[in-house]
């Protein structure tokens, strides 16, 4: 083996082993806490949630052919969560709760996100309830970083 070729080897060995070392990654830094800023922004997720939840409500449900009941009512009850989790965001904000005490309701928050966007990939939504979901998506965006350095904003969902 060359000598060339063993340091590639070696080269490459090496940037294995710290790839799998545990230590830690460079890390994005969290946007700089700004309490009322924060709070502006849950209070417009709340106005966004609540403008979905009563657009996806009107939405007329799927016909049992359609296969989508299901994942409409799963939807539906997701809407309701994420309503839910936004207006307990906005009102420990309201109380001048700080990151800490209300880091645990933006990681719920986002697990109904993440769940909602998954079962919206395969249900059948009206114009007006994507512009509703937008609006939640755009609030989100500039709320996450806050509490998530290194997450990458909400695209639409793609179906």
Request: zero cysteines; glycine letters at 2%.
């Amino acid at each position: 083996m060359s000598s060339a070729r063993r340091i590639l080897t070696a080269a490459s060995a090496l940037a294995l082993a710290s790839a799998f070392s545990g230590a830690p990654a460079a890390r994005a830094e969290l946007a700089k806490w700004d309490q009322a800023k924060v709070a502006a922004l849950a209070t417009q997720l709340v106005a966004a949630t609540d403008a979905l939840n009563d657009t996806f409500y009107k939405q007329p449900p799927p016909s049992v052919a359609s296969m989508q009941s299901r994942d409409y009512y799963r939807l539906k009850q997701q809407v309701r969560h994420l309503r839910s989790e936004a207006r307990e965001l906005s009102a420990s904000l309201g109380k001048n709760a700080g990151f800490d005490e209300t880091l645990p309701i933006y990681d719920d928050l986002m697990q109904v996100v993440r769940l909602a966007r998954e079962t919206a990939r395969g249900t059948f939504t009206t114009q007006d309830v994507i512009e509703k979901a937008t609006a939640v998506r755009l609030v989100l965006n500039q709320l996450t970083p806050y509490y998530d350095a290194d997450a990458v904003p909400l695209e639409p969902v793609s179906r």
